[in-house]
C-alpha cells in the first residue's frame, strides 16, 4: 500500500485523538463535547484554533498554556499519539475498506474508555451503549 496512506491515516488519527481528549474530559462531568470550545484547565482562557493543532501545538508552546504558563499534561499529545497509532494500525490491518470505518471508531472509543475507566472508575453509556 502505499506510504502516503499511512501518514494521511496518522494525520486522521491525530484529530481524532484530539478529539478524544474532549470527550476524555467532558463527558464523565455531563458536560457538552461541542461547547464550549477548549479551554486551558487553570486559566480558562479559551484556546485558538492555531494553538489546538494536535501534536504540534504541544511542542510549540513546550508543554505550557499560551496565556497563563502552566505545564500541559503530556497525557493530552499521548492520546493524540495513541490515536494516529491507532489509525495507521487499523488502515494496516484491514486497508482502505468499509470495515475500517467501523473498526476505527470502535478501537478509539475503547481507548477513551480505557482512559475514563482508569482516571473515574466508570464506563460512560453514551460511549459504550452505540457500539452494542
Known amino acids: 500500500m502505499n506510504p502516503l496512506i499511512y501518514v494521511a491515516a496518522g494525520l486522521l488519527g ?3 485523538g484530539s478529539f478524544i481528549n474532549v470527550i476524555i474530559s467532558r463527558v464523565p462531568g455531563g458536560r457538552s463535547i461541542v461547547s464550549p470550545g477548549s479551554a486551558c484547565t487553570f486559566c480558562g482562557a479559551g484556546i485558538r484554533w492555531y494553538m489546538n493543532i494536535p501534536l504540534l501545538s504541544y511542542i510549540f508552546l513546550k508543554g505550557r498554556c499560551h496565556f497563563c ?3 500541559i499534561s503530556p497525557v493530552y499529545p499521548a492520546i493524540e499519539l495513541t490515536g494516529a497509532i491507532l489509525a ?3 488502515v494496516y490491518s484491514f ?3 468499509l470495515e475500517i470505518l467501523f473498526i ?3 478501537v478509539i472509543s ?4 480505557t482512559i475514563i475507566d482508569w482516571r473515574h472508575r466508570i464506563i460512560p453509556d453514551s460511549i459504550s451503549l452505540p457500539f452494542i
Not at 110 to 113: E, G, K, P, R, S
Open 69 to 71: 504558563g502552566e505545564r
Open 95 to 97: 486497508g482502505l475498506s
Open 14 to 16: 491525530l484529530a481524532f
Open 88 to 90: 495507521i494500525i487499523s
Open 104 to 106: 476505527y471508531p470502535f
Open 110 to 113: 475503547l481507548a477513551a474508555i
